[in-house]
């Protein structure tokens, strides 16, 4: 699980308050199609007799797949877990081995057979242990076996985009104990995993230096928003791509008071800790003007508010300080009728999905 940053030098603005309206809403479904641009990946082939449009569609799928081939892990046994409740697990590991879980990409490696259990928790839990010092690099998970010695290591996906060969990283694991943390070493890292030695349960994750520049594997989420009657109101977020960063959201969500639907939800996109505009078509009233990709644990996650007088079909674009277009959505009319209930998140390397 990789991740992409970014390019403006943010040291300061990292300590000032995001712009633009605090989030609300209860996070249902999304299944739309994005297109999301990698800036690493470049196409210098486009011909001239492609129309603007599909010419820019070409250059998108072509990064996205140059990016996917950077980021594929290694081939491990897959296990299905039992989901105990919303964001929590368990999967009976059947012997010795090395399995991934379907639906958190986390991996174990076992000794013998084994019942793991795991939830996803909110980095904003612990954000007191991160301090100035240090910035998320994936979701952080609290796992459990009955008999620990049983659990050999544990690879956690990371968000960060590991696209360009030598590309040097320097991660850690933050290790809570109660009212303590540890930063743990590593054992090793690919370009989707971070690989830790287990040695004791307890809440952990992976962690990345904060001054350490580096592109994340992002998400753009949508939301309507259903008190406007005569007129069309879309929020957009921007998020890393992370069942941790989705379940602070939805916890922020739900508890706002809003009536905002969830209805689209990207994938593919590379952010950066730089600041960002969204433009559209037709144009839109969009507030607030910039807003700051941010991947340090926040209360509230600023949004983008785009309000439209006619009903869709909508085209959104977002585009970095140098306005390098990072990602594009249609939102048809189907699209924002569409109504569908929360349900679990399945993240894997390159792809987000909505699973029922």
């Known amino acids: 699980m990789p991740k992409s940053d970014d390019t403006l030098d943010i040291s300061d ?71 105990i409740s919303k964001w929590s697990f368990e999967v009976q590991l059947e012997g010795e081995g090395t399995y991934e879980c379907s639906a958190t990409g986390l991996v174990f490696e076992v000794s013998e057979q084994a019942l793991v259990r795991y939830s996803v928790l909110s980095w904003s839990e612990f954000s007191e242990f991160l301090e100035d010092s240090w910035k998320p690099a994936g979701s952080i998970y609290d796992v459990d076996v009955e008999d620990p010695s049983l659990l050999k290591f544990i690879h956690f996906p990371h968000s960060l985009c590991l696209d360009e060969s030598g590309h040097e990283m320097s991660f850690s694991v933050l290790h809570v104990n109660g009212s303590d943390a540890n ?16 040695s004791s349960l307890s809440p952990t994750g992976p962690i990345i230096p904060r001054p350490q520049h580096v592109k994340h594997d992002g998400a753009v989420l949508l939301y309507k928003d259903q008190d406007y009657q005569e007129k069309f109101c879309l929020h957009v977020i921007l998020a890393l791509n992370s069942h941790s960063e989705f379940k602070a959201i939805e916890e922020q969500v ?3 008071g809003k009536n905002l639907m969830s209805i ?19 144009e839109g009233e969009i507030t ?17 508010e785009a309000i439209f007088d006619q009903p869709p079909t909508f085209e959104l674009f977002l ?3 140098d306005s390098v277009q990072k990602w594009t959505a249609k939102i048809t009319k189907v699209d924002w009728e569409r109504k569908e209930e929360p349900g679990s998140r399945k993240i894997t390397k390159g792809i987000t999905s909505h699973v029922s």
């Open 13 to 83: 603005l990292i300590d000032q308050p995001l712009p633009g309206p605090s989030l609300a809403e209860d996070t249902a479904s999304m299944p739309v199609v994005d297109r999301c641009e990698e800036e690493h990946c470049s196409d210098s082939d486009a011909s001239a007799e492609i129309d603007e449009d599909d010419e820019e569609e070409m250059h998108v799928k072509s990064q996205r797949e140059k990016c996917k081939a950077a980021q594929q892990s290694p081939e491990y046994e897959k296990v299905t877990p039992r989901e």
């Open 183 to 198: 930063i743990d070493p590593t054992v090793d890292y690919t370009a989707s995993h971070v690989k830790w030695r287990v």
């Open 254 to 256: 739900r508890s706002s």
């Open 264 to 282: 689209y939800k990207s994938v593919d996109c590379t952010l950066e800790g730089t600041v960002y505009h969204l433009t559209s078509k037709p």
């Open 288 to 304: 607030p003007p910039h807003l700051e990709f941010r991947t340090q644990p926040v209360a509230s996650k600023g949004f983008f």
């Open 319 to 321: 585009k970095d300080s």
